[in-house]
C-alpha cells in the first residue's frame, strides 16, 4: 500500500457500521495529520463500495459533501447505521 489514497481508503474499510470517524482522524490515520481536505477530496471521488465512504463526516457536525455512492442521504444511512457521530 503505497499512495495515501489507499492508505485512507483502508482505514475508512475499517470504520465499524454504526460509528463515525471525522476528517481529520482519517488522515491522521492514514498518516498525514491536517490533510483532512485531501481525504475529503478521495471520499468525494470514491466509487468503491466497500468503502463506506459515508461513515466519514466533519469535525463540526456541519454537512458535507457526499458522493451518493451507498444512498441517496449520508444523512439516511447513518440513521439506519444507528451511527453514533465521532467527537
Known amino acids: 500500500m503505497n499512495s495515501f489514497a ?3 481508503r483502508a482505514v475508512v474499510r475499517k470504520i465499524p457500521k454504526g460509528k463515525t470517524m471525522t476528517y481529520g482522524a482519517v488522515a491522521k490515520a492514514a498518516g498525514r ?3 483532512a481536505r485531501a481525504v475529503g477530496t ?3 471521488h470514491n ?3 466497500t468503502v463506506p465512504c459515508h461513515r466519514v463526516v ?3 457536525g456541519k454537512r458535507s459533501g457526499y458522493n451518493g455512492l451507498m444512498g ?3 444523512e439516511a444511512i447513518l440513521a439506519k447505521e444507528r451511527a453514533e457521530l465521532a467527537a
Do not use: Q
Request: hydrophobic share 30%; net charge negative.
Open 33 to 35: 495529520t491536517g490533510a
Open 58 to 60: 466533519r469535525s463540526d
Open 42 to 44: 478521495i471520499m468525494s
Open 6 to 8: 489507499e492508505k485512507v
Open 72 to 74: 441517496v442521504s449520508r
Open 47 to 49: 466509487d468503491d463500495t
